[in-house]
């Protein structure tokens, strides 16, 4: 059992001290990634403290980006993920091969006449009719990642059988990217990316641009994405 048992005469608020001390726990690798919290009754009584004070704690955390709740399973730990820069894969084979499973929540799916931006990207004519997709990207519940994806409408099947994996959907009409380019910089959560990321509005992201074609040189995917800074972190092998 954890020592989580907040200084009552201290003057600093009991949530605080218990969210620091939950934090120590977690960065002492006491409670792992992934590894659930006990539930609130089992933290009011290890730490004395009201269930109103022990979720405020929680929830502070959960903000930081320290700790996640799975609506019915409880509370766990946030695992730090890391993502094969040099890997040209889909967000849902990544979760996949972490045994997780992926979700969606759509924001946007319709067709459209690209900008001059993205139909010079594409190499397409501004008349030419796009994909333009907007999606939440959800493991095992938890939102990660907000996707923008501009691909032309001749390269996949009907909008209502694109599911979770945008790569899958481009793989029944034989257009699987198999090269590409991405830049990938710091940046602050907008307030609407924070909302739907459940993050801190200024938290901290990495905006991801990914431009993606065949091997014939055919343009396929212009996508720009979100990731949570606090959860991603992109790893390149160096010889």
């Known amino acids: 059992m954890i020592d989580l048992a907040p200084d009552k005469e201290s003057s600093t608020p009991l949530y605080l ?11 002492e690798g006491h409670i792992a990634g992934g590894e659930a919290l006990p539930s609130e009754r089992d933290l009011c009584e290890i730490t004395g403290a009201s269930r109103v004070t022990v979720r405020k704690a929680v929830d502070q955390l959960i903000e ?4 996640w709740r799975k609506q019915g399973s409880g509370t766990f730990v946030s695992d730090r993920i890391e993502m094969p820069a040099s890997h040209l ?4 084979e990544d979760a996949r091969s972490r045994d ?56 996949l099947p009907p909008l209502e059988e694109i599911g979770d994996s945008l790569y899958e959907a481009l793989e029944t009409k034989g257009n699987r990217p198999q090269q590409g380019r991405q830049k990938v910089r710091a940046a602050l959560a907008s307030p609407t990316e924070a909302a739907l990321l459940s993050i801190q509005e200024n938290s901290e992201i990495l905006r991801i641009e990914r431009l993606t074609w065949r091997d014939d040189g055919t343009m396929i995917e212009f ?17």
Do not use: C
């Open 64 to 67: 930081k980006g320290l700790l």
């Open 100 to 155: 997780q499973q992926p979700g969606s929540i759509w924001l946007i799916r319709t067709y459209a006449n690209p900008t001059t931006e993205e139909a010079a990207k594409l190499k397409i004519l501004e008349s030419s009719t796009v994909a333009r997709l907007g999606r939440i990207r959800l493991s095992e519940g938890e939102p990660l990642a907000i996707e923008h994806a501009i691909v032309a409408k001749s390269h």
């Open 17 to 27: 001290q218990i969210a620091k001390s939950i934090q120590r726990h977690i960065s």
């Open 223 to 239: 996508t720009r994405s979100a990731y949570r800074g606090d959860r991603y972190e992109f790893v390149t092998d160096m010889q």
């Open 89 to 92: 894969g889909g967000f849902s």
